[in-house]
């Protein structure tokens, strides 16, 4: 019996990868298309920016203004995915790779650094420019699709192990994100739509505890949320992590399509949806920025450099040295045995922050055109020097224990 679910959970685990291996590539493929887009001649990039401009429904809430398609993707779709990081952070911890404090400890140590010291770079650097320092998170978080599809990439020279650590680095990463925009990210609240998003909550908390097990119940709440916690002035996606803490787990290690779990069961079901569709339609949407003769100018401002330097120095320096650090002094041991060369690469992938860090970009600077393409341009160059330089290094690193082909 043990074998077999140890069996599972493998299986479980590759599947899982390799569907964040392939929603990288769909990922990275959209963001390429949205550049070319932003870049053509003529109706082409002016069609574009256009389209996210357009209004999309009633105003839902005074304080964000007409609903747009850019505002639908970056609010609205984005909530389903915060939902389904909610629903993957709630598994790890309760059913998965973090289920014990031994298996927590190295990733939540990485993860952790590799947070704080971007921020610390990244502030460093804008010490100058005060209008800037908002944007303290921005390099703060790792792209998980994106990441893994670089590994993907990488095929046997990147072992399972490596995979797993830097998913679970990044799990834990989403978790402090999520904190972060809660807490950083909210200006202005109104506490009559809060209250009722409260209510909200406890009316699904009450049913989960009373043995309700329906998707469609959780989802339907999940609406009312997310339209209540979006007037409230609290970001949106808040709803998503929310409703994820409340939907019940049936625990069921290494099978994440058990009947019996409605966590399993709407993480599955919701894991090809924002993998495919919500993730690379955020890449397309945000993703386009004019890189002609402003590009170049844009690269040498401070939020640009800064960011830069927190995606590619902040990230490596936190993680690497923390595993280190935590190695030496007993705290835990290196993941499968990888060599130290290897965790250097892993180091560097953890500074692809793609999504998440476009997304806090937003977030940081709303209304600000100018310094939202700075933060493209300083995301995309951060994440592009990261991804490549983990690459070539993974590349040329000996394969773990015994020594492989060398690049």
Not at 97 to 125: C, K
Not at 161 to 173: E, R
Not at 366 to 391: E, T
Request: glycine content about 12%; hydrophobic content about 55%.
């Amino acid at each position: 019996m043990a074998g077999r679910k140890r069996v599972a959970a493998i299986s479980a685990l590759r599947q899982f990868l390799h569907g964040e291996a392939v929603g990288g590539v769909v990922l990275m493929a959209a963001a390429i298309a949205a550049l070319l887009v932003a870049n053509a001649p003529g109706r082409l990039s002016d069609g574009y920016f256009a389209l996210l401009d357009t209004r999309l429904g009633p105003t839902l809430s005074t304080g964000h203004g007409p609903m747009t398609v850019h505002l639908w993707i970056n609010d609205g779709l984005m909530a389903l995915f915060f939902l389904l990081v909610g629903l993957e952070i709630k598994r790890e911890f309760l059913d998965g790779q973090l289920s014990t404090w031994e298996r927590r400890r190295m990733p939540v140590v990485a993860a952790a650094a590799g947070m704080i010291v971007p921020a610390i770079v990244y502030l460093a650097v804008t010490q100058g420019a005060p209008a800037t320092q908002r944007g303290w998170a921005i390099p703060a978080a790792t792209d998980i699709a994106f990441a893994i599809g670089v590994l993907a990439l990488l095929g046997t020279r990147a072992p399972p192990a490596l995979k797993l650590f830097l998913t679970t680095v990044a799990i834990v990463d989403d978790m402090g994100a999520v904190g972060v925009i809660a807490i950083a990210y909210t200006d202005h609240i109104d506490w009559a739509a809060l209250l009722g998003a409260s209510g909200v909550a406890g009316v699904l908390w009450a049913a989960a505890r009373r043995g309700e097990r329906r998707l469609a119940v959780f989802l339907t709440g999940f609406c009312l949320l997310w339209l209540l916690v979006f007037q409230a002035g609290v970001h949106a996606t808040i709803a998503g992590v929310l409703t994820a803490m409340i939907v019940p787990i049936a625990r069921s290690p290494g099978s994440p399509d058990d009947s019996a779990s409605p966590l399993h069961r709407l993480e599955n079901g919701l894991h090809p949806w924002v993998s495919f569709g919500v993730v690379p339609l955020f890449g397309f949407a945000n993703a386009g920025v004019s890189l002609g003769s402003k590009a170049a100018g844009a690269l040498a401002e401070p939020l640009a450099v800064a960011i830069i330097a927190g995606l590619f120095i902040g990230k490596q320096l936190g993680i690497f040295v923390s595993l280190w650090v935590s190695v030496r002094l007993g705290l835990g041991t290196r993941p499968g045995g990888a060599s130290w060369l290897q965790l250097y690469g892993v180091s560097l992938l953890a500074g692809i922050g793609f999504t998440m860090s476009l997304f806090i970009g937003g977030l940081a600077f709303p209304g600000n055109a100018a310094m939202q393409d700075a933060v493209k341009i300083g995301v995309l160059a951060g994440s592009l020097l990261s991804g490549v330089a983990g690459f070539v290094v993974l590349r040329c690193a000996p394969a773990g224990r015994n020594h492989g082909e060398r690049c």
